[in-house]
């Protein structure tokens, strides 16, 4: 009889507790990827702050303050590069290994590493562990219901992508440790310390965090164009997004076969890149304390590794509060715009942007669709793009405010380390060091909110999706 009963579901077995927690977790990421990756990376957060917290993990073997090892722990999972401490001497050898480690889980993604890890460990994919990483890939795929096949990584792909990600990344760190570690070896670094910096600068630039691990700083390179190179290329790569780099190691053949997804993200990169450069050269070039003294080689140099850096890389060779009020108008932009999606870069995404002007363009010239490349993009695509500029200037606004009115700081200075720390980028003007209690609280939950994702915490938040099945008359309100 109780079989019977339990069969037809109004008597629940008995289970152990193991079982139970094992059920819950593979309900909630079958059915609300959204939601589980937010779990993860909360209690990743939770992890790594306790083991910061610990006396082993710092240089003077005393318990790291909460605040300070929180706000480390946000920076490190959301690989965003703001510290209220200083990274490199703060931290003992104990310390700086878990914050190596969590900057590599941050930047490969929560869910695209434990998919990886169950194909590791299985030897196969199955399709609750496809639609989890496709939905790391795809913010589109959050929602309930069907999603076009036509995107950047079609569900198939899943596998392949997995592998992709793994050893690119993997490479691009090995590659981007050995172009660094001649030249911090010839910066008068001995040997150990040479390998330990070129692999945690080539980390810091893959995942695009940029925390340094030398008390100088990146002052002993900042002429060094090898080293700067190599670091923009780690930045350039990890910032392009994994389903691009998909594209671009299956198809590097044959361009006209790449996505509309691929296509927009590489051209919007390019043309952002190029004209941050000449942005930064034109405000920049008569500045005594940044570019002003330099020649006109080294000042595109520094103008174009600024451009890159703001894509969220978080390296600087100059002092960003020396920079003029109009240059840190256009790295708030350049930072907001962040890079590609599904990368280890922050902020709206570039085919967020592109997105927006498709549809601005479309508008112009009276035309129901958007249209890019030979392809129209759906109009829920543009419903999306909209909602992600309005959470993320939603919450750049909030935070501004709050942060004001703790520090009674100047708005260029609050603003530019507000949305560095939505766009998880790094740079800062000095003002994250200086915070108090409140204020390092605050910035923590910029970080966390700009890297789980607005629409993913929007669409989390959201009980279910319900169907609508009337329509309400149709009016239209005035509009500009």
């Known amino acids: ?58 240089q003077s073997r005393s318990m790291t303050p909460l605040a300070d090892a929180l706000f480390t722990a946000v920076s490190v999972i959301c690989v965003t590069g703001l510290s209220t401490v200083d990274m490199a001497t703060h ?24 998919s990886i890890l169950g194909l590791v460990v299985s030897r196969r994919i199955s399709l609750r562990t496809r639609l989890m990483a496709a939905s790391d890939s795809n913010p589109s795929r959050i929602h309930v219901g069907p999603v076009n096949e036509g995107q950047a990584v079609r569900l198939g792909e899943v596998g392949s992508l997995l592998a992709t990600v793994a050893i690119s990344a993997l490479a691009i760190e090995v590659v981007t440790a050995i172009v660094l570690f001649p030249r911090v070896l010839a910066a008068g670094y ?26 100088e700083g990146i002052a002993p390179f900042e002429h060094d164009y090898i080293f700067l190179g190599g670091l923009m290329f780690g930045v350039v790569l990890g910032a392009i997004g994994f389903p691009v780099i998909y594209a671009l190691v299956k198809l590097w053949r044959n361009p006209r076969k790449w996505t509309v997804h691929v296509k927009l993200t590489l051209f919007t990169f390019a043309v952002l890149l ?41 390296f600087s060779t100059i002092d960003i509060a020396d920079l003029h009020g109009s ?33 601005a363009f479309a508008e112009a010239r009276g035309r129901d669709a958007m249209e890019a490349f030979g392809r129209r993009i759906p109009r829920d695509i543009l419903r999306l ?35 560095s720390a939505f766009a998880t980028c790094g740079l800062s003007t000095g003002l994250t060091q200086d915070l108090p209690t409140a204020g390092v609280y605050v910035l923590s939950a910029t970080m966390f909110m700009g890297r789980v994702g607005t629409v993913t915490l929007a669409a989390a938040l959201a009980a279910s999706q319900s169907r609508q099945l009337f329509k309400r008359p149709e009016e239209r309100p005035i509009v500009g």
Do not use: C
């Open 91 to 114: 931290w003992s050898g104990f310390g700086n290994a878990i914050i190596f480690i969590g900057v590599n889980i941050g930047g490969v993604g929560v869910l695209t590493l434990a």
């Open 385 to 419: 793009a909209v909602s992600v500029v309005l959470w993320g200037a939603t919450t750049v606004a909030v935070s501004s405010i709050l942060l004001l009115h703790i520090t009674k700081a100047s708005l260029d200075i609050v603003l530019f380390d507000v949305i």
């Open 190 to 215: 001995d040997l150990g310390h040479s390998i330990w910096y070129s692999v945690y600068y080539a980390a810091m630039a893959f995942t695009n965090t940029g925390f340094i691990p030398n008390p």
């Open 1 to 58: 009889m109780q079989r019977s009963l339990a069969a037809r579901g109004f008597v629940t077995p008995s289970r152990s507790w193991g079982g139970r927690v094992r059920d819950g977790v593979d309900f909630l990421a079958r059915h609300s990827p959204a939601r589980f990756a937010i779990l993860i990376f909360s209690a990743l957060i939770l992890l790594w702050t306790f083991m910061l917290s610990l006396p082993i993990a710092s």
């Open 274 to 314: 190029v004209a941050g450069t000449a942005l930064f050269i034109w405000l920049e070039f008569d500045n005594p304390k940044t570019f002003g003294g330099l020649n006109a080689f080294d000042t595109v140099f520094q103008s174009f590794f600024m451009s890159v850096m703001t894509r969220s890389g978080g």
């Open 327 to 359: 240059s840190l108008l256009v790295a708030d932009m350049l930072m907001f715009i962040g890079g590609g999606s599904a990368s280890t870069a922050g902020g709206i995404k570039v085919t967020t942007l592109a997105v927006l002007f498709l549809a």
